[in-house]
């Protein structure tokens, strides 16, 4: 079975540029979750989708910051300008939630450095 | 508030070593608890999940965790560790019935293994 798949693995970029994340949940999931992760703050909550709607995106660091999910199967974190402390590995997670409250599955993460 | 505490934030053992990670939780019912591992340049991977029933729960990898209400706790053990299974450890708790968008992590534990 396919798992959550991310990219690109890794970005690096000039502070200023826009930066776009892709994430394709797994197949069936109707929960989405975008995390930042960074060795001073650990793992973060940014926002999370259930069956494509932004249930809570108060984990969204600025306004720089916003999420999309246009459908079932997809979705993207774009940040508008970057600046360097938004290096960090991001992380899309899937889940399937309303039956037995199934456990989150994590992607592979996008590295992501702005210079 | 909800809380999840790991108190140790780097352990080193012995290859062939027993293991135990810990893991408190601070909710007003007992909530649904999780442990992940993280290795290096990868995502969460779930080792096991707790429910309700048994209080003894077996996980992936030779992985187990016990729960202890009355210490309000959920440590991860392993009889015998291998090399392979030096990366980072999660433990993660959710309110019961509660939205896998409220699940709660705690900050790791960075396990090293000595040949």
């Known amino acids: 079975d396919a798992g959550v798949i991310q990219s690109p693995r890794h970005e690096v970029t000039e502070m200023g540029q826009e930066v776009t994340l892709r994430c394709k949940p797994i197949s069936g999931h109707n929960s989405l979750f975008w995390y930042r992760q960074t060795m001073m703050r650990g793992l973060e909550l940014l926002i999370y989708f259930n069956n494509n709607v932004p249930i809570d995106d108060s984990g969204m660091p600025e306004d720089r910051f916003s999420a999309k999910m246009p459908n079932a199967s997809f979705s993207t974190l774009k940040i508008q300008p970057s600046e360097p402390r938004d290096s960090a590995v991001y992380f899309c997670?899937?889940?399937?939630?309303?039956?037995?409250?199934?456990?989150?599955?994590f992607g592979d993460g996008t590295r992501l450095s702005i210079l | 508030a909800q809380s999840v505490t790991q108190p140790d934030i780097h352990i080193t053992v012995s290859e062939g070593a027993s293991l135990e990670l810990r893991c408190n939780y601070s909710y007003g019912a007992t909530p649904y608890l999780f442990w992940y591992v993280q290795s290096p340049g990868q995502g969460l991977q779930l080792l096991l999940k707790y429910f309700s029933g048994d209080t003894l729960v077996q996980g992936i990898k030779g992985f187990e965790a016990e729960f202890k209400r009355s210490q309000s706790s959920f440590n991860l053990r392993k009889p015998s560790v291998h090399w392979s299974d030096a990366a980072e450890y999660f433990c993660?708790?959710?309110?019961?019935?509660?939205?896998?968008?409220?699940?709660?992590f705690g900050k790791g534990t960075k396990l090293s293994v000595k040949p």
């Open positions: 997670a899937s889940s399937l939630e309303g039956e037995g409250n199934q456990p989150q599955h």
């Open positions: 993660a708790a959710l309110g019961y019935g509660g939205s896998q968008g409220n699940l709660i």
